[in-house]
């Protein structure tokens, strides 16, 4: 350090993660802080007057997350007075004296370390074993945030999300281009998570249509659950999908919205912010509208992929309509979502209504449960389980749209016996909003029944289903019915719900 500073005088010296030094150490530096010479043991003496000396420290980082009273964690946030209170009581006074000035650094948060990650993807597509390939790589909004789950660590900084990234992504990835397990030729790569894990779907553009969509009239029209359902690829679908993109950017672009957006950033700059009761309401609000850019930066990209998907076969406009309708559909309710200020968590049980001991309605409590399970999947949302020894389970649904859609499922769901005109299977449908802002996260099968308690349960029936030779769904509370049981259970009540009311309920 002496002779590179004799030789330089005009330097930035950096000291990193000084606190790990012997206090011998410290006591060295105090005559560079003092009068800004500095001599080793032969005598050479440094001149540091013209130098930026900075000194790094991760002292007070954790201290927030001491213990509390007994044995609970303490709930109190990062603040700068506990970065100061620890390195007063690790530095000497004197030594704290000659600092010109302490800099106090804010946990990363999440919307940066979003783009952190966007940097990083960016930096993969330009590999050489993806670069070289004719390949369109789109990463769904599922697959950012699993990532960001992952990967997001406020106290340990973005190493965790280079390991998620390693981990979760790239390691699967290398070993389906080693073994070779993937199409020739271009290919649409679509990466997505179910929750557990990353998924990446190849879609040949060139490849032949599927028979058998459904028109228009089966599925009330040109809507966005209709074409989820059946995309046919057609100048109507895509001036559709094209009116629906308008209007919700239009809804992104609003004074009020992007008013709201600031105001939030403005609280979440406050330099008091870690010691206010209602941070954790703010952190939640602004992750909300974080997870609506992402999905909105989402359907863009795959909007400008479709809007020049007309040079490919039907099969590439039909894949990428119903994926854009598909994120369209999620974006909608996630400013939904925002505006009702609905919970972004759902838990929900399906539990006998009555006859609880007999095996048949238990086996239709599951079957309902799975198709609530099939469901969340379906709409990209990320989906936990709670179970207990002999009993049903209760899932907890994380995404947009998650809490209102289940809601109007609370209540009777009645299976009838075609072969009998009195015997049927009551089960009842029980949802509850996730836990509030800042509130002990559902860790277990007690906590989620414990808030399940609390929701009053449900009596009026919300949709009745006929088995056998001529199936039928009636859906009581919204008025519509279909003879696509197999379609219903397999989680699409929510797409079929919708085109049906919008032709009328038949």
Not at 83 to 110: H, Y
Not at 161 to 186: K, S
Not at 188 to 215: C, M, Q, T, W, Y
Not at 413 to 426: C, E, I, K, N, T
Request: net charge negative.
């Amino acid at each position: 350090l002496i002779d590179r500073v004799r030789k330089q005088p005009f330097s930035v010296v950096l000291l990193d993660e000084f606190e790990k030094a012997h206090s011998n150490c410290w006591d060295l530096f105090l005559q560079m802080f003092d009068d800004g010479r500095l001599s080793d043991a032969a005598g050479r003496e440094a001149d540091f007057r013209h130098c930026f000396i900075i000194l790094t420290s991760n002292l007070g980082a954790t201290a927030h997350r001491g213990l509390g009273v007994g044995f609970r964690p303490g709930q109190n946030g990062f603040g700068e007075d506990q970065v100061m209170r620890t390195i007063a009581q690790t530095f000497r006074p004197e030594f704290i004296n000659r600092l010109d000035k302490i800099i106090v650094f804010q946990p990363l948060s999440r919307d940066l370390m979003r783009n952190i990650l966007h940097k990083e993807l960016a930096a993969i597509l330009d590999r050489r074993g993806l670069r070289e390939r004719s390949w369109a790589v789109e990463w769904e909004a599922s697959a950012i945030e699993f990532l960001l789950d992952r990967g997001f660590s406020p106290e340990m900084g973005a190493r965790p999300l280079t390991r998620a990234i390693d981990q979760q992504l790239l390691a699967p990835l290398a070993a389906t281009l080693v073994e070779h397990r993937f199409p020739e030729g271009d290919q649409f790569l679509f990466v997505r998570s179910n929750g557990k894990a990353i998924e990446v779907e190849f879609v040949d553009p060139d490849a032949e249509p599927v028979a058998g969509a459904a028109s228009d009239e089966e599925t009330g029209g040109l809507t966005l659950p209709s074409i989820i359902l059946h995309p046919t690829g057609s100048s109507d679908e895509r001036a559709s999908l094209s009116a629906v993109w308008r209007e919700l950017g239009e809804r992104l672009s609003q004074p009020d919205w992007q008013a709201a957006g600031e105001q939030l950033r403005a609280a979440l700059a406050d330099p008091e912010l870690w010691s206010r009761p209602d941070r954790h309401r703010l952190f939640s609000a602004l992750e909300l509208r974080e997870r609506a850019g992402e999905v909105a930066r989402g359907a863009e990209r795959l909007f400008k992929r479709y809007a020049t998907a007309g040079k490919h076969a039907d099969r590439a406009s039909r894949e990428l309509a119903a994926r854009l309708a598909l994120q369209l559909f999620s974006l909608r309710h996630g400013l939904d979502d925002i505006d009702a200020d609905a919970p972004v968590d759902a838990l929900v049980r399906v539990e006998p209504a009555m006859d609880a001991d007999n095996s048949d309605i238990a086996a239709w409590c599951l079957r309902l449960t799975g198709m609530y399970r099939q469901w969340a999947g379906k709409r990209r949302m990320k989906i936990k389980e709670f179970t207990t020894h002999g009993g049903l389970p209760v899932l907890r649904v994380t995404g947009f749209g998650a809490f209102r859609t289940l809601q109007a499922e609370a209540g009777l769901h009645v299976l009838d016996d075609p072969a009998s005109d009195s015997r049927r299977l009551v089960a009842r449908v029980v949802v509850a909003g996730g836990p509030d802002a800042g509130a002990p996260e559902v860790q277990g099968f007690a906590a989620a029944a414990r808030l399940l308690s609390g929701t009053p349960a449900a009596t009026a029936i919300v949709r009745r289903y006929r088995d056998g030779a001529a199936p039928l769904v009636r859906d009581v509370a919204h008025g519509w019915r279909s003879g696509r049981l197999d379609a219903v259970l397999a989680g699409d009540f929510d797409l079929i719900g919708a085109a049906r009311a919008a032709a009328g309920g038949e």
